[in-house]
């Protein structure tokens, strides 16, 4: 089960590039105390290295950090952006929809991961999430 506030959520958010995307769904999770500024850090810094493995299904990008980077807090963030922009992933790309995942241990990770791949994999849930005209259609579909 997700938990989800509409503190948690931004539409139609404006972005330059792939890591202030991830940012700004990083600092969605810090404004809401589930986890420290440096965990924003440590989302882009795993993109910066790693590259778009946080990119899980055409259009969707799942960044995150190891919960030692200032997880205080398991919770998610949704972040739509008003035009896709690419990750750098060769089959995937453009991302229009960024969910950063704050797990405090690798259970709770995996747990979130597994709840949002379910609620995306519904077309008709994903299709309300891309399309909403408000935070409260998406916290009423959660």
């Keep these: 089960m997700l938990t989800l506030t509409e503190g948690l959520i931004e539409l139609n958010v404006e972005v330059v590039d792939a890591e202030e995307a991830i940012r700004i769904a990083g600092q969605l999770l810090v404004d809401e105390g589930l986890a420290e500024e440096r965990y924003v850090d440590g989302m882009v810094k795993g993109y910066k290295e790693v590259g778009p ?14 919960p030692e980077f200032g997880a205080k807090k398991k919770g998610v963030s949704i972040v739509r952006l008003s035009h896709p922009i690419p990750f750098g992933h060769p089959t995937s790309d453009p991302i229009s929809l960024v969910c950063a995942l704050c797990g405090t241990d ?37």
Aim: charged letters at 25%; hydrophobic letters at 45%; aromatic letters at 4%.
């Design 53 to 66: 493995y946080i990119v899980v299904a055409p259009g969707i990008a799942f960044p995150h950090a190891r």
């Design 106 to 142: 690798s259970t709770s990770h995996i747990e979130m991961l597994q709840a949002l791949a379910e609620l995306l994999r519904d077309e008709e849930k994903l299709h309300t999430i891309l399309n909403a005209s408000t935070k409260k259609e998406i916290l009423d579909l959660i």
